[in-house]
């Protein structure tokens, strides 16, 4: 087991070196929908900083879980450092489309987290002064997430399992990781 604090020392949300990808298969962390899994055993081995773990980075998503400590954040209590703002047509034109509302308006502005969930103030404010990916970062600034929010899922094209029988199978699309995308009531000045 690793001396490091899970939460203080590495994200919770980090992948472990023993962690290996298993498959793909129903993940509870999207409601039974095919996802790409990864075994669990945080602490062991070496952790993978700029890895996250697919099954935690869902949830944290999936719960608001702060990918820090893992715990759920609160409404008032939900910043990102590495959020950033766009607007609907562009994340339109990125291949967002199908998770948009469709009438919401090109220009409305949305804060794109990607797929990192926003963090409890004082975990923020840890990750900032000691992860040295943050420390690089131009944008130093907490943003506070807005109460309302989507998420899209990034998705990949993988066989199922072949133990259901030896018919080839087509390719079906699983979920790796999940993205936040924040909608605010108003532009933060
Ligand atoms: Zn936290």
Known sequence: MSKLTIGLDVPWVASWSTETVTGVGPCP??????????????????????????FRQRKSVREMRCPMCGEPTRENDRW??????????????????PWLPPDMDDDKPLLDAGAVAPMHLTCAERARAECPHLQAMEDHELKAFPGA??????????????????????????VTFLQLIGVPDHIPS
């Open 29 to 54: 962390s999207v409601d039974g929908v095919l996802a790409v899994g990864q075994s669990e055993h945080p602490g062991r081995g070496e952790p993978l900083y700029s890895r996250n773990h697919l």
């Open 80 to 97: 990102t450092q590495t959020a950033r703002w766009t607007t609907a047509g562009e994340l339109r034109a990125k291949g967002a489309g």
């Open 149 to 174: 929010w989507i998420v899209a899922a990034l998705s990949v094209e993988a066989r199922p399992g072949h133990a259901v029988s030896n018919v080839p199978q087509r390719p079906v699309a699983a």
